[in-house]
Structure formats: structure tokens, C-alpha cells
């Protein structure tokens, strides 16, 4: 085996069991039971909840020049606006299953820092499996065999 391909393994290996950030608080209902920490696992999302966090980042109507020169202020005001759809992103991507998005976008609300929930946008963002989608659009779209015309030539031949 080479090396690209112990690389590509190694990160299939860490998509699946997830990264951990930071232990944070662990929610009040858990402490009760002895629990005082709790991990937060960021893992790739499966394609329902990609579909999801696309729909969060889309409403949120961010364009990359709004971030240009931004000020302190601006900074506030876009964390004002658009802070809870984050966590919501956040949620969607860590939340375990038994847990709804909203409580568990509320607590991390609650709980992370700005440094950790920082971390936890990187982890998310080079997770998210968006690049692949990309790939596979592109890849189809290059071999068009979508394409009606195509389909009607195949057939006549």
C-alpha cells in the first residue's frame, strides 16, 4: 500500500469515528447522573443532514464580501444575526439522535466558547463532505450521460 492511499484510509477512519472537540459542560439532565464532561464528536453527516446545513448556510444570505473589512461592530451585528443558525449547523453535524437540534443548539449555545466553537466550524467545514458532492456533480456532468440528446443518439443507434 502507498502512501496516498494509508493518507485516504486513515482519513475515511477519522470521518467515521468523528473528531472530538474540546470537553465541554456536560448538560444539567446528564450531571444529575455523574456525568460532568461531555465530548462533542463532529463526524461527516450523512447526505439527509447535508442537505439540511446547506438549506441553514443558504437562508443565512452571507456573501463573502459582506466579511471585507469588517468591524468590530460588524462582527457583532453578524454574530447577532446569524449566531443561532450556526449553532443550528452545528447541531445538525454533533447533535446525537436522541437529542433534538434545537435543545442541543440552545445548550452548546450555552456552553461553547468563541475559541471552541471556532474549532468545532473547522472540524465541520473540512468534514462536511461537500467537496466530494462537488466532485460527483462535476464527474456527471462531464460524462452528460444525463443529457436527453445523448440518450436519444445511444438509442437510435
Known amino acids: 500500500m502507498n502512501e496516498q492511499q494509508t493518507k485516504l484510509r486513515a482519513a475515511d477512519a477519522l470521518l467515521e469515528r468523528g473528531v472530538r472537540v474540546r470537553r465541554v459542560r456536560a448538560p444539567f439532565i446528564l450531571s444529575i447522573f455523574g456525568i460532568r464532561t461531555w465530548d462533542i464528536v463532529l463526524r461527516q453527516p450523512v447526505f439527509a443532514d447535508l442537505i439540511r446545513v446547506s438549506r441553514i448556510i443558504v437562508s443565512m444570505g452571507l456573501n463573502p464580501a459582506d466579511l471585507e473589512g469588517l468591524t468590530q461592530e460588524g462582527a457583532f451585528r453578524i454574530v447577532r444575526q446569524h449566531g443561532a443558525s450556526a449553532l443550528r449547523v452545528l447541531a445538525v453535524v454533533a ?61 437510435d443507434e
Open 95 to 155: 447533535a446525537p439522535r436522541w437529542i433534538p437540534i434545537r435543545l442541543y443548539a440552545w445548550w452548546m449555545g450555552r456552553i461553547l466558547t468563541p475559541t471552541q466553537f471556532a474549532e468545532a466550524w473547522v472540524v465541520f467545514t473540512l468534514t462536511s463532505g461537500t467537496a466530494d458532492f462537488i466532485s460527483t456533480i462535476r464527474l456527471m456532468l462531464k460524462a452528460d450521460n444525463l443529457s436527453p440528446t445523448t440518450t436519444a443518439s445511444t438509442q
